[in-house]
Structure formats: C-alpha cells, structure tokens
C-alpha cells in the first residue's frame, strides 16, 4: 500500500520522507539522481523509486500504486517535471500537491538574468576567471564563452553523469570541482580563492539550494555574482504546510522534548547524556549564549535562539515533523532555571509533547567547587529578578549563595548589606564561570565592591556570603 508519492531528491523531498517514515505514513519517494537517493533513508514506511522518468511512466506509476496524495517537491528549476507530473496527476485523478522553495530574487547586488545563454553572452564580455554553481546540465550554454577552456572552473555533483557532461564541454583536470554539498560560507570563498574567480554564476535556488551561501561569499571576496532567475515564479506551500496536509495519511506521534541542563556554558561543561541527546534530535532551541555552547552539536539541525517557553511552542507547532528536540538551559534543570516553566507548558499538550529532564552542573556546585569548599549548609537564593532580604538570610543561615543579575545587582547586594551592617561578611564572587575569562574576587563587602565595578555592565556573576 503507498498512500503517498513523492516527487524530488531534494531537500524539502527529504523532509517530507523523514516526516512519513516518523508518522508511519507509507510513502514511495521518486528520485532521478543518485544525489537524491543518498538525502533520502529507507525504512519499513518510505520506499525509493530511482531514475527519471517520462509522463507517461509516471501515469503508470500512479495507476500501479494508487495513492491518495502526490507530493511535488522537485527542483524549482525542473519546470518540465513538474508539468508532467501535474499532467500525470490530471489524468489518474490523483490529488496533487506542488512544494515551492521560498525564492530570494532580488536580494543583494546581483546582476540577473534570465537563462544560462545570456549569461553566457554576458561573461563572454567580461575578463576574468568564472566558478559555476548552476550544475552540469548547463555546461552546454556556457561553453561558448569565450576562452572557456582558460576562464571557467565548474562544481559538479561527483558523479558519472556529471563528469561526462564536463568532459563533453570541453573541461578537464583542475577545471571540474567534483563534490556535493551543501557548501558554507567559508567553502564558497575557498573556492572563490582557489579558482581566482571574478565571477560567481548560480541559479535563485533559495535557502535549500545555499544561495545565500554563495552570494555572502561572494561578496566578502569581492566576486560579482550572475544569477539565473527562476523560469517559473514558485507557485505551492511550504514544506511546512505539506507535512500539515501529510497528517491524515499516517498515525499520530509525540514530539519528544528533552530540557537540558548545560552546565555553565564553557567547554567541557555537558554530561555524555546531554551530548548523545544533542547529537540525535533533530531540532535545538535556547537562550544565545547557551545555543553559541551548544553550536558545535548543531549543524545541519533546525535552531531557534529564544529564552521564552511560549516562542519556543510556537516554533514546534509550526514544525510538526520534528520528533525529537532539545532545549537548553543554562546550569540545572533544578536550580532556578527556565526548564519548569518551559515543561509546565508542554505538559499541558501531552497527546503531542512528551518531555524528559536532564541534570546539568549548577552554578552554586560550580562556585564552591572552584572555592574548594563544600555547600551541603548552604542555602541557597536568588537575587536575579527576585524579592529577597539578603542581610536577613545570612542571619538565619551564615552561610548563602546569590544567583545574582549584572553589575547593577552586584551592587544593590553591597549597599544593602553595608547598611544593615554586615562588617563580618565575607564575600566570593564569580564571574564568567567555566569561561576561559572567569574571573573570581574574594573579599569583604567593600574589597569585592571595589574589585568588579571595572567589569562589564552585562556581566553575570553569582555569590557565596559567609558570616565570619
């Protein structure tokens, strides 16, 4: 049984499989290339079919498998696949669904155009080196550029068909960039670099395709970028609202949410259960300098940068594909820390969110570790956004941690302990904690009072009080 057919190895057409595979939606996903076969994972829900195929093959195809849906997430460039599929659909009966990549036309200083012949006719004009971005199905246009040979260094998918095409054109050796993406912005220049480009030439193949990459790169090197403008305006939905409409075909999942404790925020700070959790989910999410921590881990996964529990359930609701996520917190889960919120929240959807916790290093065990000093008779407090009487609860304790704001909080916390008299109070203070600039002052009230007021407005610190 195949309820769904999708068209396109690409990577909304991967999104869309991951989606049917994780909501066991049975699937068949058609792929022309074997590029698009390797961004597509077989399970016991999504099949692939490989190789191109004519309007007439896909009207078989429909009429073998029968789905109810078929979804079109071909390339925005590949108008005549998707006219054969519409066609294909049309004549099955077949209800049809076209995907369409956001397009960035228009952005940045970029000289567009409208097909590959004119931009050749545009560089045969010019001087200067040439790295094409648009593909090996283009070679033909650009090989009458004058002096192509010399001039024009081509990136390619490192295939068979593709070095075939180079070699067809007329290019060899150090002119054919074989390899397969997706490319940074550090890449891009490097190749800008290596070829000695004054040319960029990429088709509006928007987020997915790494336009942006490209023409950041280009720009940061100085490289005028010829863009090939879209043959057809992009017409559909998101990937986004496909996955909306995919939900009836397949049963409903929960959206698993782990809440992190990443310690500090220095290196070194995660346990091994935060990393492999890290390392799996499909989406990251929290406040910037815990997502700056946790970048490494994040790569090729969808972020948000939010500190705020009802942003960060929009941005899930908005993304039902995604079944497994993390949201980090900065020290522990359990010390004063924005994870109870954030499950207080989810717990109140619990047919699609199912959370978990994971402990991490707290500030106050952080501090007395670096003091070298126990904290079982501490108590602990916050003067971060919280009432609290700091000189009473040193009374009633002698021994106190602050989990304190900035400098303006370090600040209160002196004048107030000054005025009601606290001359016996020894005061550690620490700053930047696990960073590579932590910075800890011990003292009396006024010794530490006087020691931070040349640091940062902005900086965090957190403080043990000790009656003496």
């Given at each position: 049984?195949?309820?769904?057919?999708?068209?396109?190895?690409?990577?909304?057409?991967?999104?869309?499989?991951?989606?049917?595979?994780?909501?066991?939606?049975?699937?068949?996903?058609?792929?022309?290339?074997?590029?698009?076969?390797?961004?597509?994972?077989?399970?016991?829900?999504?099949?692939l079919c490989r190789g191109a195929k004519s309007r007439e093959e896909m009207e078989e195809l429909l009429?073998?498998?029968?789905?109810?849906?078929?979804?079109?997430?071909?390339?925005?460039?590949?108008?005549?696949?998707t006219k054969n599929i519409q066609e294909a659909c049309s004549r099955q009966g077949v209800d049809y669904?076209?995907?369409?990549?956001?397009?960035?036309?228009?952005?940045?200083?970029?000289?567009?155009?409208?097909?590959?012949?004119?931009?050749?006719?545009?560089?045969?004009?010019?001087?200067?080196?040439?790295?094409?971005?648009?593909?090996?199905?283009?070679?033909?246009?650009?090989?009458?550029?004058?002096?192509?040979?010399?001039?024009?260094?081509?990136?390619?998918?490192?295939?068979?068909?593709?070095?075939?095409?180079?070699?067809?054109?007329?290019?060899?050796?150090?002119?054919?960039?074989?390899?397969?993406?997706?490319?940074?912005?550090?890449?891009?220049?490097?190749?800008?670099?290596m070829t000695g480009a004054r040319y960029l030439v990429t088709k509006e193949s928007g987020a997915a395709?790494?336009?942006?990459?490209?023409?950041?790169?280009?720009?940061?090197?100085?490289?005028?970028?010829?863009?090939?403008?879209?043959?057809?305006?992009?017409?559909?939905?998101?990937?986004?609202?496909?996955?909306?409409?995919?939900?009836?075909?397949?049963?409903?999942?929960?959206?698993?949410?782990?809440?992190?404790?990443?310690?500090?925020?220095?290196?070194?700070?995660?346990?091994?259960?935060?990393?492999?959790?890290?390392?799996?989910?499909?989406?990251?999410?929290?406040?910037?300098?815990?997502?700056?921590?946790?970048?490494?881990?994040?790569?090729?996964?969808?972020?948000?940068?939010?500190?705020?529990?009802?942003?960060?359930?929009?941005?899930?609701?908005?993304?039902?594909?995604?079944?497994?996520?993390?949201?980090?917190?900065?020290?522990?889960?359990?010390?004063?820390?924005?994870?109870?919120?954030?499950?207080?929240?989810?717990?109140?959807?619990?047919?699609?969110?199912?959370?978990?916790?994971?402990?991490?290093?707290?500030?106050?065990?952080?501090?007395?570790?670096?003091?070298?000093?126990?904290?079982?008779?501490?108590?602990?407090?916050?003067?971060?956004?919280?009432?609290?009487?700091?000189?009473?609860?040193?009374?009633?304790?002698?021994?106190?941690?602050?989990?304190?704001?900035?400098?303006?909080?370090?600040?209160?916390?002196?004048?107030?302990?000054?005025?009601?008299?606290?001359?016996?109070?020894?005061?550690?203070?620490?700053?930047?904690?696990?960073?590579?600039?932590?910075?800890?002052?011990?003292?009396?009230?006024?010794?530490?009072?006087?020691?931070?007021?040349?640091?940062?407005?902005?900086?965090?610190?957190?403080?043990?009080?000790?009656?003496?």
């Amino acid at each position: 049984m195949c309820k769904v057919i999708i068209f396109g190895g690409t990577t909304e057409g991967r999104r869309l499989a991951e989606y049917c595979g994780n909501h066991e939606i049975p699937a068949l996903v058609s792929v022309v290339s074997d590029y698009g076969a390797e961004l597509v994972k077989e399970n016991s829900w999504v099949n692939l079919c490989r190789g191109a195929k004519s309007r007439e093959e896909m009207e078989e195809l429909l009429a073998f498998k029968q789905p109810s849906l078929v979804v079109d997430a071909s390339h925005p460039y590949a108008a005549a696949v998707t006219k054969n599929i519409q066609e294909a659909c049309s004549r099955q009966g077949v209800d049809y669904l076209r995907v369409a990549r956001e397009s960035q036309e228009g952005r940045g200083q970029i000289l567009w155009v409208l097909s590959a012949g004119e931009a050749a006719d545009y560089l045969s004009c010019a001087e200067g080196n040439i790295l094409l971005t648009t593909g090996s199905r283009e070679l033909e246009a650009f090989s009458h550029i004058r002096n192509f040979k010399e001039r024009v260094f081509a990136r390619v998918l490192p295939d068979q068909g593709a070095l075939a095409a180079c070699e067809k054109a007329g290019l060899a050796g150090r002119q054919i960039i074989a390899m397969q993406g997706p490319f940074s912005v550090e890449m891009n220049l490097a190749l800008l670099a290596m070829t000695g480009a004054r040319y960029l030439v990429t088709k509006e193949s928007g987020a997915a395709g790494g336009f942006q990459e490209k023409i950041e790169a280009a720009h940061k090197a100085g490289v005028k970028v010829v863009a090939i403008g879209r043959p057809v305006k992009p017409e559909g939905v998101t990937a986004e609202e496909a996955m909306n409409r995919l939900k009836p075909y397949g049963k409903s999942t929960r959206c698993r949410v782990w809440l992190a404790g990443i310690g500090m925020g220095g290196p070194g700070q995660m346990t091994m259960e935060v990393l492999k959790c890290l390392e799996k989910a499909q989406a990251v999410a929290g406040a910037k300098r815990m997502m700056e921590s946790v970048g490494p881990w994040c790569s090729r996964k969808e972020t948000l940068i939010s500190y705020k529990p009802e942003e960060i359930l929009c941005w899930l609701e908005a993304n039902p594909h995604i079944q497994e996520a993390v949201v980090v917190f900065s020290g522990d889960t359990g010390f004063y820390s924005g994870a109870r919120a954030m499950e207080e929240l989810l717990a109140k959807h619990p047919h699609r969110y199912e959370t978990r916790m994971l402990p991490g290093i707290s500030t106050l065990s952080f501090l007395c570790a670096r003091l070298k000093t126990t904290w079982e008779n501490v108590y602990p407090a916050s003067l971060h956004g919280r009432p609290a009487d700091p000189a009473a609860l040193l009374r009633d304790h002698g021994r106190v941690f602050f989990l304190m704001g900035d400098r303006k909080s370090m600040e209160e916390l002196c004048r107030r302990l000054k005025e009601a008299g606290a001359a016996g109070v020894r005061i550690s203070a620490g700053a930047w904690l696990s960073y590579p600039q932590e910075r800890i002052i011990q003292g009396s009230v006024e010794e530490v009072e006087a020691a931070f007021q040349g640091a940062d407005e902005g900086t965090l610190w957190a403080v043990l009080a000790e009656n003496i």
